[in-house]
């Protein structure tokens, strides 16, 4: 799906959704404190945007989504990129990780 989304929707000629579609659920609806992990959280329609928790890279506009342990998929239509990652562990914070955000900066950096 990030993978679609980064491209607008089409890849290798195929098309899922349209621009507007990913307009929508990237559209702000809730942006405040987790009661329960006390993170800053920004979210669209069932994905999180970036400039809270989850870190998801230099672009303010990326949008995805974060799972258990470190584990994480990204969407940056601006840059045309997405990454996914999951470990083969569990990481013990509420975040993701070092490994994890090493990667999407080492992605980012390698755009330059």
Same mark, same amino acid.
């Given at each position: 799906?990030?993978?679609?989304?980064?491209?607008?929707?089409?890849?290798?000629? $195929?098309?899922?959704?349209?621009? /507007?579609?990913? !307009?929508?659920?990237?559209? =702000? *609806?809730?942006?405040? @404190?987790? @009661?329960?992990? #006390?993170? !800053?959280?920004?979210?669209?329609?069932?994905? /999180?945007?970036?400039? #809270?928790? &989850?870190?998801?890279? @230099?672009? &303010?506009?990326?949008?995805g989504a974060a799972g258990g342990g470190g584990s994480?998929?990204?969407? !940056?239509?601006?840059? *045309?990129?997405?990454i996914g990652y999951c470990l083969n562990n569990w990481? @013990? $914070?509420? =975040?993701?990780?070092?490994?994890?955000?090493?990667?999407?900066?080492?992605?980012?950096? /390698?755009?330059?």
């Amino acid at each position: 799906m990030f993978a679609f989304a980064s491209m607008n929707g089409e890849l290798e000629g $195929k098309r899922i959704f349209s621009s /507007s579609v990913i !307009d929508e659920f990237t559209r =702000e *609806q809730w942006h405040h @404190p987790c @009661p329960i992990w #006390g993170l !800053d959280f920004r979210m669209g329609l069932g994905l /999180s945007l970036n400039g #809270g928790y &989850p870190y998801l890279g @230099p672009n &303010p506009k990326a949008f995805g989504a974060a799972g258990g342990g470190g584990s994480f998929g990204l969407a !940056d239509r601006e840059n *045309q990129l997405s990454i996914g990652y999951c470990l083969n562990n569990w990481w @013990p $914070k509420a =975040e993701l990780g070092a490994r994890a955000t090493g990667l999407i900066n080492a992605t980012y950096a /390698s755009l330059e």
